[in-house]
């Protein structure tokens, strides 16, 4: 019988849904809108409504755990959503419990950043290495470090807030209401903000075409740069200069073997590479330079197939 985990990605936007293989292979698949606003009940009728369509996908198969990825804070040890701000109403949720409860099944909840983290080192981009730090540049920037073979957790899971560096004392006002935050930065929402601002409706620019004259965004600019747009390819190359003094921090504090990207922005490593590896070499010490930096392998779905190792690969 082939063993297999029940693997939940809950977001603030969207909640999916899987059925993975000890390989890593997701099996079935659903995804619905989540009713963030709409408190903790809504939500977890809803991982039970979902659970009920994935499994019926496939209806031989049996999972021997679920593995749940949401928005910290969280604890992962007591298995608590603690107050994440994407989703109303959550405080103190004790989610792993509930729906342990629920499904007659052992229940792993992780930070989401973290177990995509866990995604690309046991099946993705980072499989093979001792150390990996994995950063995910999209909405915000987030990510996990994997240390000596173990994700870093710190106290109560909270350890590696990889967005909310602070590296410069400029810039706009991050959501946490720090300025200079790695995210604010260097985000794709930061990316799309300097372009929308560089443009204006209407200009006849490639950027406002893509964006339909709206605001633009930061996978506009990669479309952008991509048709070999001037305008896109210098922000792309200010964008990957922010990038790499974030990363030349993280290669500082963990000295990982190996540094992946992923989220949005990483459909432009091709383009963010050179300029990005440049600032890298001007900035890190010398014994940190040869780190590779490489873009993630298992794209959105690394999230589920990480909570289900939890499950799977509790062992190790």
């Given at each position: 019988?082939?063993?297999?985990?029940?693997a939940?990605?809950?977001?603030g936007?969207?909640l999916r849904?899987?059925?993975?293989s000890?390989?890593?292979?997701?099996?079935?698949?659903?995804v619905?809108?989540t009713?963030?606003?709409?408190?903790p009940?809504?939500?977890?009728q809803?991982i039970e409504l979902?659970?009920?369509?994935?499994?019926a996908?496939t209806p031989?198969?049996s999972?021997?755990?679920?593995?749940?990825?949401?928005?910290g804070?969280l604890?992962p040890?007591?298995?608590i959503v603690?107050?994440p701000?994407?989703?109303?109403?959550?405080?103190?949720?004790?989610?792993a419990?509930?729906?342990s409860?629920?499904f007659?099944?052992?229940?792993?909840?992780e930070?989401?950043?973290?177990?995509?983290?866990?995604?690309?080192w046991?099946y993705?981009?980072?499989?093979?290495?001792r150390?990996m730090?994995?950063?995910t540049?999209?909405?915000g920037i987030?990510?996990?470090v994997?240390?000596?073979?173990?994700?870093l957790?710190?106290?109560r899971?909270l350890?590696a807030?990889?967005?909310?560096?602070?590296?410069?004392n400029e810039g706009e006002?991050c959501?946490?209401g720090?300025i200079?935050?790695?995210?604010?930065?260097?985000?794709?929402?930061?990316?799309g903000?300097?372009a929308t601002?560089r443009?204006?409706?209407?200009d006849?620019?490639?950027?406002?075409?893509l964006s339909?004259?709206?605001?633009?965004?930061?996978?506009?600019?990669?479309e952008?740069?991509r048709k070999?747009d001037?305008?896109?390819?210098?922000l792309?190359h200010?964008e990957?200069r922010w990038l790499?003094?974030g990363?030349?921090?993280?290669?500082?504090?963990?000295?990982?073997d190996?540094?992946?990207?992923?989220?949005?922005i990483?459909?432009g490593f091709d383009?963010?590479?050179?300029a990005m590896t440049a600032?890298?070499?001007?900035?890190?010490m010398p014994a940190?330079r040869?780190?590779?930096i490489?873009?993630a392998?298992?794209?959105?779905?690394?999230?589920?197939?990480?909570?289900a190792?939890l499950?799977l690969?509790?062992n190790e």
């Amino acid at each position: 019988m082939k063993k297999v985990a029940l693997a939940f990605d809950l977001g603030g936007t969207e909640l999916r849904a899987a059925l993975v293989s000890d390989k890593g292979n997701l099996l079935s698949f659903s995804v619905v809108p989540t009713h963030a606003a709409e408190g903790p009940a809504a939500v977890i009728q809803q991982i039970e409504l979902l659970a009920g369509a994935v499994l019926a996908q496939t209806p031989d198969l049996s999972p021997v755990g679920i593995g749940i990825g949401a928005p910290g804070p969280l604890d992962p040890e007591a298995g608590i959503v603690i107050a994440p701000p994407t989703l109303a109403g959550w405080y103190e949720v004790p989610l792993a419990d509930i729906l342990s409860s629920r499904f007659q099944l052992p229940v792993r909840l992780e930070n989401d950043a973290n177990a995509a983290a866990l995604g690309e080192w046991r099946y993705g981009a980072g499989r093979g290495a001792r150390s990996m730090v994995f950063v995910t540049v999209s909405t915000g920037i987030g990510g996990g470090v994997i240390v000596d073979g173990r994700i870093l957790h710190g106290r109560r899971g909270l350890a590696a807030e990889i967005g909310h560096m602070t590296i410069t004392n400029e810039g706009e006002r991050c959501f946490c209401g720090a300025i200079g935050c790695f995210e604010a930065v260097a985000s794709g929402t930061a990316l799309g903000r300097r372009a929308t601002a560089r443009t204006r409706q209407f200009d006849g620019s490639q950027l406002r075409q893509l964006s339909g004259d709206a605001d633009v965004t930061g996978r506009h600019v990669v479309e952008a740069a991509r048709k070999g747009d001037a305008q896109a390819l210098e922000l792309l190359h200010g964008e990957a200069r922010w990038l790499g003094i974030g990363f030349t921090n993280l290669l500082h504090l963990y000295s990982p073997d190996i540094l992946v990207m992923g989220g949005g922005i990483s459909h432009g490593f091709d383009l963010l590479q050179e300029a990005m590896t440049a600032t890298i070499r001007d900035r890190a010490m010398p014994a940190y330079r040869d780190v590779p930096i490489v873009p993630a392998q298992l794209g959105g779905h690394a999230g589920l197939i990480g909570a289900a190792s939890l499950v799977l690969r509790s062992n190790e």
